[in-house]
């Protein structure tokens, strides 16, 4: 089992459409969360860093860490055709080796049509 | 600035064939790695650096050999390629700060045949 794994999709919603990516973790220890946008034959980009649980929002993005449950979430209000891509979920522990370890989930496609 | 930088972006190699990919960044990160990309298979980390001479293994290390010399370079050596090693590669740096997650090289497409 993937320590951290995520729906593959893909998924096909409509232009203004709110948009919710899960991910689910198995690791303890993880306590930094991270969202990672990746285009087309591009490498993938940061899009939203949270530490431990809560909510953090950056424009149309959120994203939500439930440590409790090991569930990690990313909304996106008012979907574009510009943000379809695929969503790559990320944890990575706190201190020295486990800080430079990231592991990531499997990425979900993500299609918003207009 | 250039950020991270991967050499070649493209590459064919034949079967028990060696060679390095290369991988540099120029904002002093302490942290580097490499992924390697297949589909849907997400992102799985092949191994990581904390700093200079300083490696570790990540999920998928076998067939492949790291060094970390100076703190800009990064090179990923395949030892005797075999086609389930076709993949796109990214290198990945980032600082120790909070806040700042791994900034990734536009990635090397290989194909071993």
């Known amino acids: 089992q993937k320590e951290v794994e995520q729906d593959p999709g893909p998924l096909s919603v409509p232009e203004g459409a709110i948009v919710s990516l899960n991910c689910t973790y198995s690791?303890?220890?993880?306590?930094?969360f991270m969202w990672y946008r990746q285009y087309s034959r591009k490498g993938p980009e940061l899009l939203m860093y949270?530490?431990?649980?809560g909510n953090k929002e950056d424009g149309r993005f959120t994203a939500q860490v439930d440590k409790s449950s090991k569930y990690i979430s990313l909304f996106i209000r008012d979907s574009q055709p510009s943000d379809s891509a695929t969503y790559l979920c990320?944890?990575?522990?706190?201190?020295?080796?486990?800080?430079?370890?990231?592991?990531f989930g499997q990425g979900t496609i993500l299609t918003v049509h207009p | 600035n250039a950020g991270v930088t991967q050499t070649p972006k493209f590459q064919v190699l034949k079967t028990g064939q060696s060679m390095t990919l290369q991988c540099a960044q120029d904002?002093?990160?302490?942290?580097m790695s490499w992924y390697r990309q297949d589909p849907g298979m997400g992102l799985r980390l092949i191994h990581y650096?904390?700093?200079?001479?300083?490696?570790d293994q990540g999920e998928v290390p076998n067939g492949y050999n790291v060094s970390r010399s100076t703190t800009e370079d990064f090179p990923l050596r395949l030892l005797s390629a075999a086609p389930s090693q076709t993949s796109v590669y990214f290198c990945?740096?980032?600082?120790?700060?909070?806040?700042?997650?791994?900034?990734f090289g536009s990635g090397t497409r290989l194909t071993v045949v």
């Open positions: 690791n303890s220890a993880f306590q930094y």
């Open positions: 650096s904390v700093g200079a001479g300083i490696t």
């Open positions: 949270t530490y431990s649980s």
């Open positions: 990320a944890a990575s522990g706190a201190g020295g080796t486990s800080y430079g370890k990231l592991t």
């Open positions: 990945a740096s980032r600082t120790g700060g909070y806040g700042y997650g791994y900034t």
């Open positions: 904002m002093n990160h302490e942290y």
